[in-house]
């Protein structure tokens, strides 16, 4: 994709509109988590406002300023493959009930589209970009019409499809780390629970 089409992307993240990227998995509905971003991808969704949306990230560190992120949180991510995974993490400051309240998913992201969208603009949404309910496409653009969204919403890109991540809540408990899989998908709970029993071993 050229730049421009990027910089467009881009700038309607900036004004906290919604927009379609492609990432390793499904295409995803985009936005910052404020306020208004939020007001759109639900809208668009469809989306009850009780389920809420996990981020996308370049790294867990991009995250800090909104989690708490454990030790066990960086081996975890290191330990299966990038964008499998996403850690259900504290949150330092309560923050609006559609990213989890006081506790945030958030996902690394790999796609090089994905990654130049949240170097640009910081974290944004990770949900599937379709209405809640129904089968994404595996191509941006088509997610957009279907959305009805601008063509310029989307940042094209046709996605592999597959298992969604992993959702992992990590909980600190007597000074050590929990994992939980509250949702099986690209990585397996038992490869997960696995590696947490050899880390104790």
């Known amino acids: 994709m050229n730049g421009m089409d990027l910089d467009t992307v881009v700038a309607r993240l900036l004004a906290d509109e919604a927009v379609v990227y492609p990432t390793s998995t499904l295409p995803g509905l985009g936005a910052r988590p404020t306020l208004q971003g939020l007001d759109a991808v639900f809208a668009l969704k469809a989306r009850d406002d009780r389920k809420p949306v996990s981020l996308a990230v370049r790294n867990l560190q991009q995250a800090e300023a909104l989690v708490h992120i454990p030790g066990m949180a960086h081996a975890l991510v290191e ?47 990770a949900t599937s970009a379709n209405v809640s309910g129904e089968v994404p496409a595996l191509d941006t653009e088509v997610c957009a019409h279907q ?17 969604g991540s992993t959702f ?12 939980s899989v509250i949702r099986a998908g690209a990585v397996p709970e038992l490869d997960v629970m696995a590696w947490v029993t050899s880390r104790r071993a």
């Open 147 to 163: 959305l009805g969204l601008p063509r310029d919403a989307a940042a094209p890109g046709l996605c592999p499809g597959g298992p």
């Open 79 to 125: 330990a299966f493959p990038p964008g499998s995974l996403s850690l259900i993490l504290p949150a330092r400051e309560a923050q609006d009930a559609r990213l989890g309240g006081q506790a945030i998913a958030v996902r690394c992201v790999v796609h090089p589209i994905a990654l130049a969208l949240v170097d640009a603009v910081g974290p944004i949404t």
């Open 168 to 179: 992992l809540l990590l909980e600190e408990r007597a000074g050590a780390s929990e994992v």
